[in-house]
T-cell receptor
Framework: RKEVEQDPGPFNVPEGATVAFNCTYS??????FFWYRQDCRKEPKLLMSVYSSGNEDGRFTAQLNRASQYISLLIRDSKLSDSATYLC????????????FGKGTRLSVIA | DVKVTQSSRYLVKRTGEKVFLECVQD?????MFWYRQDPGLGLRLIYF???????EKGDIPEGYSVSREKKERFSLILESASTNQTSMYLCASSLLQNFGYTFGSGTRLTVV
């Protein structure tokens, strides 16, 4: 079983739509969770951390479900500039070990 | 903000050449990482380092080595470049390994 799994997409949505991505992880000991955004031919950049209680940053909402071992990212009122690949990232354990990156979900917002 | 700088944006090398990819970070981070990214395969960890002169193998270390002589600099070495090492190489650093990483802008390496 892959450590972090994401639907690769692409998700093609019109401007103004709400879109949600899920990501499942296999290691129940994972402690920290992140969403990264990667634009075409650019480096990944941290979008937001994911907290147990869920958190919101403007149009973006991240949630964690430890029982089912998945995290989600909801984008409201999609903008053309939201078009990118969204990477789900988890820690392996609570120790000092590298993060594990999903392969990403590609989003295209269409005018 | 942390800045991670990779020395070259694009690089073309010949098969068999020894290739050095340099990465420098300016925020005194303990941890540094080298990834390669290929279409459909995502980010794959090559090597990482959690201290000066320390190194650990990642998921795909074969054909690569690294050097960390100073805290701010982490070099990736392709001992004898091969065409299957054509890829985007990304360096990252972090304060702790389970903190968010800051990436450099990447080096797109083509081996011909």
């Amino acid at each position: 079983r892959k450590e972090v799994e994401q639907d690769p997409g692409p998700f093609n949505v019109p401007e103004g739509a709400t879109v949600a991505f899920n990501c499942t992880y296999s290691n129940s000991a994972s402690q920290s969770f992140f969403w990264y955004r990667q634009d075409c031919r650019k480096e990944p950049k941290l979008l937001m951390s994911v907290y147990s209680s869920g958190n919101e940053d403007g149009r973006f909402t991240a949630q964690l479900n430890r029982a089912s071992q998945y995290i989600s990212l909801l984008i409201r009122d999609s903008k053309l500039s939201d078009s990118a690949t969204y990477l789900c990232v988890v820690t392996q354990t609570s120790g000092n070990t590298p993060l594990v990156f999903g392969k990403g979900t590609r989003l295209s917002v269409i005018a | 903000d942390v800045k991670v700088t990779q020395s070259s944006r694009y690089l073309v090398k010949r098969t068999g050449e020894k290739v050095f990819l340099e990465c420098v970070q300016d925020m005194d981070h303990e941890n540094m990482f080298w990834y390669r990214q290929d279409p459909g395969l995502g980010l794959r960890l090559i090597y990482f380092s959690y201290d000066v002169k320390m190194k650990e193998k990642g998921d795909i270390p074969e054909g690569y080595s690294v050097s960390r002589e100073k805290k701010e600099r982490f070099s990736l070495i392709l001992e004898s470049a091969s065409t299957n090492q054509t890829s985007m190489y990304l360096c990252a650093s972090s304060l702790l390994q389970n903190f968010g990483y800051t990436f450099g802008s990447g080096t797109r390496l083509t081996v011909v």
